[in-house]
């Protein structure tokens, strides 16, 4: 059974707004993780502890953020290029917490950086993409 325009005009904009919210906050996350890090790194300690619950929260939220986007690619038969740069951003991320927990500094900082630029520029995407705003048809 096909559904309505209205009805699919409505799932994808669900989708699409679950996303937007999860990576916009997911952005700001990762960016109290550098300051949080540059804290630490400064010699307040307490920090550290602070920057390791940012990693918890922005993986959280960008868990979300897979859900969503995979719900704008499969449910509301959206765009797959939402699903796959959320999906790369969290592979960083993970490899990025790992040489952190590992305090191997020379890759985990480089690898922040280029997280904080991924998710900001998936945000960035899903408010301002013509593509990503189209519903399909």
């Known amino acids: 059974m096909e559904s309505s325009p209205s009805t699919r005009l409505r799932r994808y904009s669900t989708w699409l707004w679950a996303l937007r919210v ?7 996350a ?5 300051v949080s890090a540059g804290q630490f790194l400064a010699g307040d300690y307490a920090f550290l502890r602070l920057h390791q619950l940012g990693t918890t929260t922005a993986d959280l939220l960008m868990v979300l953020a897979l859900v969503s986007a995979a719900g704008l690619k499969w449910i509301a038969r959206g765009p797959r290029a939402p699903f796959l740069i959320t999906l790369a951003a969290m592979l960083v991320s993970q490899a990025q ?8 500094l020379w890759l985990h900082v480089p690898l922040g950086v280029a997280l904080i ?5 998936l945000a960035w995407g899903t408010w301002t993409s013509a593509a ?3 519903v399909p048809r």
Do not use: D, N
């Open 97 to 104: 917490a790992a040489t952190g927990a590992g305090r191997i």
């Open 117 to 121: 630029g991924l998710v900001w520029a």
């Open 22 to 28: 999860a990576v916009t906050v997911a952005a700001v």
């Open 30 to 34: 990762y960016l109290f993780q550098a």
């Open 132 to 134: 990503w705003r189209e």
